[in-house]
């Protein structure tokens, strides 16, 4: 994860605790980030760009208890100035960080998502069902317009033994797959994605 000049954790105490705290941290965020969010480059007139990075959600307090803290905790880490906004809309927040050093942090992660660690990969799926998925808790279906990622994290669950799962086109209008896991191994998944430790180091 490059920070400023490309180098891993530049202008961090490169103690244990501070880079688990990024390890899960980070993965969390991102499966918020893909699933229900976005990295934006934007180019303005007179050479002027903006990196964003953003998290949309319906509920203000998820975002507020969650989201917000997390982003702050993670600027703090990696010494970014910039604030943690909230800006409300007529049915979504949009939790938003403008800051390139942020972006660069996450399009660095993302770069290396099948690469990702066991630990990684349980906390992006959870951040990502956090966002996607079906919280009703009788089935476990997580919803994308990108079939390959979905893919990519049944073969994850996979590894996690969860054997029976489907991807299929679910909205051909809008062009959104789900992937969907057999009820037989709903618990498991929960197990899976609520069994990771808390995100917060230890000082």
């Not at 317009?145 to 033994?161: A, D, P, R, T, V």
């Amino acid at each position: 994860m490059p920070g400023k000049g490309g180098c891993v954790g530049e202008g961090l105490k490169s103690t244990p605790a501070v880079l688990m705290w990024l390890l899960t941290g980070s993965a969390y965020l991102l499966g918020w980030i893909i699933g229900d969010g976005g990295l934006y480059k934007l180019n303005y007139s007179g050479d002027r760009t903006e990196y964003r990075v953003v998290v949309t959600q319906k509920d203000l307090s998820i975002a507020m208890r969650c989201l917000v803290p997390l982003f702050e905790s993670l600027c703090s880490l990696l010494n970014v100035a910039s604030k943690v906004r909230i800006l409300t809309g007529s049915t979504r927040v949009e939790v938003r960080v403008s800051s390139k050093r942020l972006y660069e942090h996450f399009t660095s992660l993302l770069a290396r998502l099948p690469e990702f660690t066991e630990r990684e990969k349980r906390l992006f799926i959870a951040g990502f069902y956090m966002a996607e998925g079906e919280k009703s808790g009788r089935r476990v279906r997580m919803w994308n317009k990108n079939k390959q990622l979905l893919e990519l994290l049944g073969s994850w669950l996979k590894e996690f033994g969860i054997e029976k799962f489907s991807v299929y086109l679910d909205d051909k209008r809008h062009g959104v797959y789900v992937l969907e896991i057999s009820n037989k191994y709903r618990h498991q998944f929960f197990n899976i994605i609520y069994g990771v430790e808390n995100f917060k180091a230890d000082d």
